[in-house]
């Protein structure tokens, strides 16, 4: 399998990743995990419009950002 880079952007950041990654690599990367792990945020897809779940694949081009959970 060759490497197949693909480019995500989490808050803004561009974050380059290889194919086959998870959103949560893309969290490590832009240094926001610890606060989706806190429970006090969750991950949002731009691209969708929809939240995302951590483990959740990603695609090139996907935008993603970290919100704060609404009580």
């Excluded at 086959?20 to 969290?27: F, N």
């Excluded at 419009?49 to 935008?63: K, S």
């Amino acid at each position: 399998m060759a490497y197949e880079p693909i480019l995500v952007t989490v808050d803004g950041k561009p974050v380059r990743l290889v194919r086959g990654a998870e959103v949560k690599h893309a969290l490590i990367r832009a240094g926001l995990l610890s606060q989706v792990r806190s429970g006090k945020f969750i991950v949002w897809d731009e691209t969708a419009g929809a939240p995302t779940d951590p483990g959740g694949a990603l695609y090139n081009g996907q935008r993603l950002s970290v919100r704060p959970k609404k009580p």
